[in-house]
T-cell receptor, first 113, second 115 residues
């Protein structure tokens, strides 16, 4: 059974810092891994999707890496801003069965001005 | 090209009533997934449907919950005789084809509150 863990559960940093969010998964049989952002009471915003054959994806100040063999992904946020404050969710798409997404519990990020 | 649409966005029901949540996938998408997010928890898979077929309902509670995706119209998630523990955000996602490499696109969610 696939399990996804995100560390830390919460993170508070001053504005301008570079930071790393971690995601680990137990089964390497995945199609892809996706990072989402969720603001309080809102829906999901897809940030980056990394296919299983890829090592990383970049979008603006965001960079996500994937090491499928070790079951790890990191989301790197450069020059953090208060507007980056949100919960960040990691999800893997499993190969078995319904090809569903399995989500981590999220990292709640606060950027202090 | 409209994204995934869900309605209503907010739904309030009293215990024992029925809740009907609707999801219209992106144009051209014939695969729909439902996920539930309980308060302070991550999203959990509920059911995967293709047009007129339930493919995998392994995440659905055994009683009171049902889902359909008819040939015409939106996908419906139906919760009968709601209880307080059903209060959650329900998200729908759609994808283009059967390949797992296809991205799932999410709707804005329906927030169900049971009084």
């Amino acid at each position: 059974k696939q399990e996804v863990t995100q560390i830390p559960a919460a993170l508070s940093v001053p504005e301008g810092e570079n930071l790393v969010l971690n995601c680990s998964f137990t089964d390497s049989a995945i199609y892809n891994l996706q990072w989402f952002r969720q603001d309080p009471g809102k829906g999901l915003t897809s940030l980056l999707l990394i296919q299983s054959s890829q090592r990383e994806q970049t979008s603006g100040r965001l960079n996500a890496s994937l090491d499928k063999s070790s079951g790890r992904s990191t989301l790197y946020i450069a020059a953090s801003q208060p507007g980056d404050s949100a919960t960040y969710l990691c999800a893997v798409r499993v190969i078995q069965g319904a090809q569903k997404l399995v989500f981590g519990q999220g990292t709640r990020l606060t950027i202090n001005p | 090209n409209a994204g995934v649409m869900q309605n209503p966005r907010h739904l309030v029901r009293r215990r024992g009533q029925e809740a009907r949540l609707r999801c219209s996938p992106m144009k051209g998408h014939s695969h729909v997934y439902w996920y539930r997010q309980l308060p302070e928890e991550g999203l959990k898979f509920m059911v995967y449907l293709q047009k007129e077929n339930i493919i995998d309902e392994s995440g659905m509670p055994k009683e009171r919950f049902s889902a359909e995706f008819p040939k015409e119209g939106p996908s419906i998630l139906r919760i009968q005789q709601v209880v307080r523990g059903d209060s959650a955000a329900y998200f729908c996602a759609s994808s283009l084809g059967t390949s797992g490499y296809n991205e799932q696109f999410f709707g804005p969610g329906t927030r169900l509150t049971v009084l």
